[in-house]
């Protein structure tokens, strides 16, 4: 194991046990800085609003005439795994991008003014989650169906568009209300993502269920969460979100059928303290730009 990662494994443990995150303690203190520093509360989204109280919000939009054209248009890349992942064919990618965004458009402005930040679609991902027995997928990690924080800053989100009608048996994702994180520690008795009691509570669970086209925007850094098990299969896409300071990127520039790992992880998931510390500055700095 090298040190960076030894020291992350720390960081992971203290925030846990501490601040009921599984993400870095710089992480977390970035995120708390940020939403009480940057992110502009006074929205008048009301999704918006929802959004930051919850964590995660069902939109007013629906992809369904959009879904018809993708569900035509994708194959599987890998056939024998649990979770597979879909390929949208080439020629239809464009025209997708264009109706992506053209549907997005209003969304994507409010939540400009909402991270005080640019926002851009980083990568866009599909795919089909699989049966597995729920006991061996948790202990074997053969899909991400156990409670946790995805490891990022909190300008990293998503959208999820279901690709299909999707109930309590097609394994819907499982999210911790972002304001009653520590109630769901305690009576979970969390100590890691392999450590706790499964729990079934409404008041601090949300599942996503919901019709075909449905959306569902969220924040994975700051939400516990996880996958539920289907009975058959559940297909899903992924719109990445990215927060950023660079003013002049613009999607419409972006591949965002390629995964850019290099652009997410630099603006999204800092390796050093000293690099965290540098976005934050560079976010405070640009919302004092907006305002002047």
Known sequence: MKVYQLLNKISKFFSLRFFHAGLPISYYIFNRIFNKKIINKNIKNKNLQDFYKNGFVKLDINFKNEVELIKKNIAFVNHDEKRQSYKINENIRDQFKVMLLNKLKPLISDLQDYYNSNVVISNVLAWRTNYAD???????????????????????????????????????????????????????????????????????????????????????????????????????????????????????????????????????????????????????????????
Do not use: W
Request: aromatic residues 12%; contains cysteine; charged residues 30%.
């Open 134 to 292: 729920e006991l061996e997928a948790k202990k074997n990690m053969i899909y991400a169906n156990h409670y946790h924080n995805d490891g990022y800053l909190v300008t990293y989100f998503k959208i999820f568009i279901n690709l299909m009608d999707i109930d309590e048996n097609d394994g819907p994702l499982h999210i911790v209300y972002k304001n009653k994180t520590k109630q769901f520690f305690k009576l979970a008795n969390y100590k890691n993502q392999t450590n706790y009691d499964d729990i079934e509570n409404d008041k601090l669970i949300y599942k996503n269920v919901g019709k075909e086209g449905d959306t569902f925007l969220f924040s994975s850094s700051e939400c516990m969460h996880k996958a539920g098990v289907p009975i058959k299969h559940r297909d899903t896409m992924e719109v990445v979100f990215i927060a950023n300071t660079n003013k002049s990127l613009k999607t419409e520039n972006i591949d965002i059928f390629e995964k850019n790992d290099d652009f997410v992880m630099s603006t999204t998931k800092p390796y050093t303290l000293i690099k965290v510390f540098r976005t934050l500055i560079s976010h405070l700095s640009y919302k004092k730009k907006l305002s002047t």
